[in-house]
């Protein structure tokens, strides 16, 4: 491809001059002049400062440190495979395998963490993200949070609200007349705008860095309301929950993620947009929560292939993949296969996406949703309700009750024959992994990450079917299975495992000693 445009390039220079041969020298030159006048001028860059001093001298004593410190069990620090943190299925196998250990004391020890936030208010709210006040199991938050402002003086912080879904944290310290920053409009924002980073990367307090914005509404698949500013402006480990200002000194984003196969700045970094942040931190700085609007279907992106089949517009709206019962979608008449194309006038695209929308809407609110069905477009009308909490599944209903010795010690013998631990396969348990009614099984809660099913490429939340062509619907069972293989003398059992939609696939595994586990 290069040569190839470069011998064009060549072609076209060539051609250029052999017409200029033609021409008298002053017609040439008047012709290349008017040439010139006619294409649109490009004026210089505008307003960009000759230098970011002052802006920052008046935004960085907003802009704090955040530390936390955490007890925290030395086991979890192994890389055990784990699900999303802060799912409900993801509480469950905490849980559960809590409830399986034997009784010794966990060794622990204390974890620290730093992160950014930024001071919108003189009494002290401090925003920052949820993941830089949650402790390393995803779901609970940190002991102990200190708060550091530009000229050292240090504040005990408490958590006023968490936001998991939207990664957004609010914080209050005791202050008066504290440094304070405010929300911008970053729906005004455009690529190539100047924006400055301030924060603590590498636990370097009051780093600056200044970029331009990159790309708006990027879906990075960190969660369902990604709409992330992405900026050039360094950002590292230890920005994360900081602010990017533009250069009226307003807060425009939340810096949160970064894109790096090395862990360092590439010079892709994303950031929270203000017009998504700000109302998520006014429902926590009020009610300590978020109230979202809720339609309740399982969505998925229209891809080309079935954009081309449906005859409809590439990129431009989202597939249902479900319907929950009793939902506002079900009300509606919407069917699984539906394409909703539009939704309260807005159209659902890869940058305006379904969940978006809805969540963005009134609670309680009548909407016009637009939809593709069967080769005709139709318009029906939901009700929306509010987003249901993230309900974590009790561990008393989906793992052996404590006075069940025969369950228990099944578990324990599947921990110490396999290295995993399993639990049943409950209505709740099927919600959450998207597992068919009709799927019988167990399912996996945790690994031992020296066990043999780790190295095979298992996963908490892979469902086994059977071990050894016994069917497994209960932890006792596979435990009979494995045992029976002991017994014969075997030392690896062949699992049929599923995982999600994919097709079941067999798996031999070898089984650990009777030691181990």
């Known amino acids: 491809?290069?040569?190839?445009?470069?011998?064009?390039?060549?072609?076209?220079?060539?051609?250029?001059?052999?017409?200029?041969?033609?021409?008298?020298?002053?017609?040439?030159?008047?012709?290349?002049?008017?040439?010139?006048?006619?294409?649109?001028?490009v004026s210089a860059p505008g307003g960009a400062p000759g230098s970011f001093a002052d802006l920052t001298a008046r935004l960085q004593p907003a802009v704090v440190n955040v530390s936390t410190t955490q007890e925290i069990e030395v086991g979890r620090l192994r890389g055990i495979p784990r699900l999303a943190p802060g799912t409900p299925l993801d509480e469950l196998f905490r849980r559960f395998?809590?409830?399986?250990?034997?009784?010794?004391?966990?060794?622990?020890?204390?974890?620290?963490?730093?992160?950014?936030?930024?001071?919108?208010?003189?009494?002290?709210?401090v925003v920052t993200n949820n993941h830089v006040v949650t402790g390393r199991g995803g779901t609970e938050p940190v002991d102990k949070i200190t708060v550091t402002l530009s000229d050292r003086t240090e504040y005990s912080a408490r958590i006023v609200g968490r936001?998991?879904?939207?990664?957004?944290?609010?914080?209050?310290?005791?202050?008066?007349?504290?440094?304070?920053?405010?929300?911008?409009?970053?729906?005004?924002?455009r690529v190539g705008d100047w924006v400055i980073a301030i924060g603590n990367p590498f636990?370097?307090?009051?780093?600056?860095?200044?970029?331009?914005?990159?790309?708006?509404?990027?879906?990075?698949?960190?969660?369902?309301?990604?709409?992330?500013?992405?900026?050039?402006?360094?950002?590292?480990?230890?920005?994360?929950?900081g602010p990017m200002f533009d250069l009226s000194g307003n807060v425009i984003g939340v810096n949160t993620a970064i894109f790096s196969p090395t862990g360092g700045n590439v010079g892709i970094g994303f950031a929270i947009p203000a017009e998504?942040?700000?109302?998520?931190?006014?429902?926590?700085?009020?009610?300590?929560?978020?109230?979202?609007?809720?339609?309740?279907?399982?969505?998925?992106?229209?891809?080309?292939?079935?954009?081309?089949?449906?005859?409809?517009?590439?990129?431009?709206?989202?597939i249902v993949a479900s319907v929950e019962n009793d939902g506002p979608a079900k009300k509606a008449g919407i069917l699984a296969g539906d394409v909703i194309t539009r939704v309260n006038s807005q159209e659902v695209t890869v940058d305006n996406t379904l969940s978006a929308i809805v969540a963005n809407s009134g609670i309680g609110s009548r909407v016009p949703i637009e939809l593709y069905r069967n080769g005709k477009r139709q318009t029906v009308q939901a009700t929306l309700v509010e987003r249901p909490a993230e309900i974590a599944v009790a561990g008393s209903e989906n793992a052996p009750?404590?006075?069940?010795?025969?369950?228990?010690?099944?578990?324990?013998s599947a921990r110490r024959s396999l290295g995993i631990t399993l639990a049943e396969l409950t209505p709740e348990v099927?919600?959450?992994?998207?597992?068919?009614?009709?799927?019988?099984?167990?399912?996996?809660?945790?690994?031992?990450?020296?066990?043999?099913?780790a190295k095979r490429g298992l996963q908490r939340g892979d469902v086994i079917l059977s071990i050894n062509q016994q069917p497994t619907k209960t932890p006792a069972a596979a435990a009979a299975a494995v045992a029976a293989a002991r017994k014969a003398g075997r030392d690896t059992v062949v699992l049929f495992v599923k995982r999600g939609s994919r097709p079941p696939q067999f798996i031999g595994i070898a089984m650990m000693g009777k030691d181990e586990g």
């Open 1 to 41: 491809m290069r040569i190839a445009l470069a011998m064009t390039g060549a072609a076209v220079l060539f051609a250029s001059a052999a017409t200029l041969a033609l021409q008298e020298p002053g017609h040439a030159q008047q012709t290349a002049q008017e040439s010139l006048s006619a294409q649109p001028q």
């Open 430 to 453: 099927r919600r959450q992994l998207g597992v068919d009614t009709d799927v019988e099984g167990v399912v996996i809660a945790s690994l031992n990450r020296n066990s043999d099913a």
């Open 97 to 125: 395998q809590e409830q399986q250990q034997d009784g010794q004391e966990p060794e622990t020890r204390e974890a620290q963490s730093l992160g950014s936030g930024f001071i919108i208010s003189p009494d002290g709210y």
């Open 203 to 241: 636990g370097l307090g009051g780093t600056v860095t200044a970029g331009i914005v990159s790309a708006l509404h990027r879906n990075i698949q960190a969660g369902q309301y990604d709409r992330y500013i992405q900026t050039d402006a360094s950002i590292n480990q230890g920005n994360s929950g």
């Open 401 to 412: 009750a404590e006075g069940d010795k025969a369950a228990n010690e099944a578990a324990a």
């Open 276 to 318: 998504q942040a700000s109302p998520v931190i006014d429902q926590l700085r009020s009610i300590g929560r978020v109230r979202r609007g809720y339609l309740g279907v399982s969505i998925q992106p229209v891809t080309p292939e079935i954009a081309s089949a449906l005859g409809l517009q590439k990129d431009r709206g989202e």
């Open 163 to 189: 936001d998991p879904l939207s990664d957004l944290a609010l914080l209050k310290i005791e202050g008066k007349d504290l440094p304070y920053v405010r929300f911008g409009q970053s729906e005004r924002v």
